[in-house]
């Protein structure tokens, strides 16, 4: 069992895992955690639907009626709270679907007046592009 002793197991929702992290949800609250560290990965109205663990581990986002991005500082620790970013990006509405395109891209799925969207946000400069 992955994580047997992870606070409000029986209320918590997996969203994704990485090689050495978990992303989960109680509620409207998404939790990164190795099992030993948990760190706010955003709230989410709504509840958080998807979310996204970067290959090297280094951000993570969550994703429903808006979008989380947490990113660690160059050779940081995501779990940390020095140096680490927790940026709100309201204007991508509806996630659908996150995953990672690359070191610093996430790639989404989102549902803008009434049609669906794919695109790409990097995570550095939270600059969003459509249609990828």
Sequence with gaps: MLFPDL?????????????????YKVYE???????????EAGTVYGDP?????ADDESWCAVGGASVW???APPRGDIL???GVRL????????IEALWPLGDRLLGFVCVDGGRRRIGALDVDRL??????
């Design 7 to 23: 606070p409000d197991r029986q209320r918590a929702t997996l969203l994704t895992v990485s090689e050495r992290l978990v992303v």
């Design 29 to 39: 609250t998404a939790v990164i955690t190795d099992g030993k560290v948990f760190a």
């Design 49 to 53: 639907k998807c979310a996204a663990i």
């Design 69 to 71: 991005v947490r990113v």
């Design 80 to 82: 940390k709270s020095e």
């Design 87 to 94: 940026h709100h990006l309201r204007e991508l509405c509806w």
């Design 127 to 132: 600059a969003i592009e459509f249609e990828i």
